[in-house]
């Protein structure tokens, strides 16, 4: 297995940059690089995945290192992972409008001095790993599109290899990611920005009611409930592509982790299919009524929910070779869309 990561932490400019620099976003930095060496997924690397502060002061830095790390997964169980903690920001009057990331030479209000996320995207979209994860923690993220996006782009942006995944600190119409620390974190972790901290957090202590090694629907889901139990951060985004909830990207560090009943009910099931992906659709097949109404849950949901929902309604059709099955799944969902449910 070829797997590689890059993680990028631009948190140090010039003096008369204009941009604020903040020690948060190369503390994140370094504690993605202390985690992977850890963890017997990534572990095996001979060199340090984070980039030096030499390298990250240019864009042609960041993407010599960038296209190097996409080169070496060339099959389907290899990963490329890539972070980028840092400022973001994003210009509607520069070609083709788009996220941009800081590098060390980065200007405030100079986008040109910035690192477009259309390079990023088109040095990860051209490997051919069967996993690329790309995990953004920066303001303005919740702006980046699929690494997949719809309608096909042109050139090697319109390459479309399997399984990619971008992973975001904000959704929605949230904007500004947090780059101070969260201070319900334990330490060192309480010096990394809000996002990262609660990442390398679940990372740190594993998911003990998820038995499988964290899966990016589980890394997602241990996340968003350590913010939630602080109670003043945004949830984070996760836009999936060719990929699924149940890839998997770390090592799970809990001890003692418990067997996983099959789901019996509709919020058991939304809960087993975000961590998880389809893996257990047969099963839920064999109810179908239940299964139309986990997918009436599944649209109430955010982004994606409801990308889920459509997964698993395409799916539906295959397994539901029964007709009456069919009706009986179909039932639920035609009795919510007219207001009965």
Not at 129 to 150: F, N, Q, T, W
Not at 327 to 333: F, L, N, S
């Amino acid at each position: 297995m070829a797997s590689r990561a890059l993680v990028v932490g631009v948190g140090t400019y010039d003096v008369d940059s204009g941009i604020h620099g903040y020690p948060t976003i190369e503390a994140s930095a370094r504690a993605y690089g202390e985690a992977l060496a850890r963890d017997p997924r990534w572990g095996t690397a001979a060199r340090s995945p984070v980039l030096d502060p030499h390298q990250a002061r240019t864009a042609d830095g960041v993407m010599r290192a960038l296209h190097e790390a996409a080169a070496a997964g060339e099959r389907p169980e290899d990963t490329l992972l890539v972070v980028y903690v840092g400022h973001g920001a994003y210009w509607q009057d520069v070609p083709g409008g788009q996220v941009h990331f800081a590098v060390g030479s980065s200007r405030i209000n100079e986008p040109w001095t910035w690192l477009s996320a259309w390079y990023v995207y088109r040095a990860i979209r051209k490997s051919k790993a069967g996993l690329k994860v790309l995990i953004a923690d920066c303001c303005y993220s919740s702006m980046l599109p699929h690494l997949g996006p719809e309608p096909v782009l042109p050139g090697v942006l319109g390459t479309r290899f399997r399984g990619t995944c971008v992973f975001t600190a904000v959704g929605g119409a949230v904007h500004n990611a947090w780059a101070g620390a969260c201070a319900n974190l334990p330490a060192p972790l309480d010096g990394c920005t809000t996002f990262s901290g609660h990442l390398l957090n679940v990372l740190g202590q594993g998911m003990p009611h998820h038995p499988d090694d964290l899966t990016l629907g589980a890394l997602r889901a241990g996340i968003e409930e350590g913010m939630q139990e602080c109670g003043v951060h945004d949830r984070p985004r996760m836009l999936l592509n060719d990929a699924s909830e149940a890839a998997l990207l770390f090592t799970n560090r809990a001890k003692g982790r418990s067997r996983m009943r099959t789901p019996g009910t509709v919020d058991e099931w939304v809960r087993e299919l975000l961590l998880n992906g389809e893996r257990k659709l047969p099963a839920l097949m064999n109810r179908p009524d239940l299964a139309g109404r986990v997918v009436v849950q599944l649209k109430r949901g955010d982004e994606q929910s409801r990308d889920l929902a459509r997964r698993v309604d395409r799916t539906a059709g295959e397994l539901l070779t029964n007709p009456v099955d069919f009706v009986r799944y179909w039932g639920e969902i035609e009795r919510a869309m007219l207001g009965g449910g």
